[in-house]
């Protein structure tokens, strides 16, 4: 019994000690690359043409609708009030077309908006308006079939605008054009031909030269009292404007000189405006603003060495920032104050 125990204990010490031997011996150990594999060539892409940059803004926010209304043909991007049934009002609402306008409509609010044209369908039943405001838009053409339709229309506001020209076609009715703000630099012929009614016209903030301004541009305008051509591009003083004008506005050029007559046949002219100009004693002949119904002069901002001659009824002066070193009290003002005045006309009204 002890010898078939001691044979399998040796048989069993003999398959442990093989296992053990077997499990020493060295694995074959995998690839640590890939086999090379063959690419295929590579075929090149058709091009992709570029898009074009887009113009901004290139994207508008929302209109903004109103609220709901007791007029039915009041648009929904606009606020018609029972209290003032002859107003529309569509400003600041984020349009880009003008809606149709009610027959109703006297007055149009359409400021503040992203409208880059005017065309004439809205307008085609809006025959009574009178009063039109399309100021801070983006307006490039306003066609002249519009005026076709509205043939009343006594205001119309367009400063803050893309205008390259004074609209065509401008109605005979109108009382008041402000075109400010805009890129003005042509005038075509006959813009103001048959506007015997207007009082008021602002070019102010333009792009207008001399070229553009002719003798007779203005000529047909018998009613107008304020002309502002301030901030523009000119280097002479405006021919043929008016001589029935109150108010005339000419800042921000590039004058230097005026002739010796040129305000000679003013009936009413009180207000000139000639501040930051190119002015000196030698464009300014001496008395060229003796004018009898001026009341404010201002000169600001120019080359004068001495002080103009004026008349004895002016009220303001504006002389700062010139070149002026001594000034002539006898001069600006000729009269004794001790001296009898009982001649309102001889009372100096210098403030």
């Known amino acids: 019994t002890m010898k078939v125990g001691t044979g399998l204990f040796s048989a069993l010490a003999l398959f442990l000690l093989m296992g053990a031997v077997f499990t020493q011996r060295s694995r074959p150990k995998k690839p640590t690359r890939r086999?090379?594999?063959?690419?295929k060539p590579s075929v090149p892409r058709p091009a992709v043409p570029a898009q074009p940059e887009p113009q901004e803004p290139t994207d508008f926010p929302p209109p903004i609708l109103g609220p709901p209304s007791i007029f039915p043909d009041c648009p929904r991007e606009c606020l018609c009030s029972p209290s003032y049934p002859n107003s529309l009002n569509c400003e600041n609402r984020n349009i880009r077309v003008i809606p149709v306008i009610p027959s109703r409509t006297h007055y149009l609010y359409l400021q503040n908006n992203y409208i880059s044209e005017v065309t004439a369908e809205p307008f085609l039943n809006a025959t009574d308006v009178r009063w039109i405001n399309l100021a801070n838009n983006r307006i490039h053409r306003i066609n002249k079939q519009v005026f076709e339709k509205i043939p009343a229309l006594l205001y119309l506001y367009a400063q803050r605008n893309q205008l390259k020209e004074v609209p065509s076609g401008l109605p005979a009715s109108l009382e008041q054009l402000r075109l400010g703000r805009n890129r003005i630099s042509k005038i075509p012929a006959g813009a103001f031909s048959k506007m015997g009614n207007l009082t008021l016209l602002d070019l102010y903030h333009n792009q207008l030269s001399d070229s553009d301004l002719g003798k007779n541009t203005f000529k047909?305008?018998?009613?107008l009292m304020q002309l502002n051509v301030a901030h523009n591009a000119l280097k002479k003083m405006p021919a043929g404007i008016p001589n029935g004008v109150i108010q005339l506005f000419l800042d921000r050029n590039s004058i230097d000189d005026i002739p010796k007559d040129y305000f000679k046949e003013f009936t009413h002219l009180a207000f000139v405006r000639l501040n930051f100009n190119q002015l000196s004693d030698k464009g300014v002949p001496k008395d060229v603003f003796k004018i009898p119904t001026l009341l404010d002069l201002q000169l600001a901002h120019n080359q004068l060495a001495s002080v103009p001659l004026f008349n004895g009824h002016l009220e303001q002066l504006h002389l700062n920032h010139n070149s002026i070193e001594s000034i002539n009290g006898t001069l600006i003002c000729?009269?004794?104050?001790?001296?009898d005045l009982s001649d309102d006309s001889l009372v100096p009204r210098l403030r």
């Open 220 to 223: 047909d305008l018998k009613s």
């Open 35 to 39: 086999p090379a594999t063959t690419r």
């Open 334 to 339: 000729p009269h004794s104050l001790q001296a």
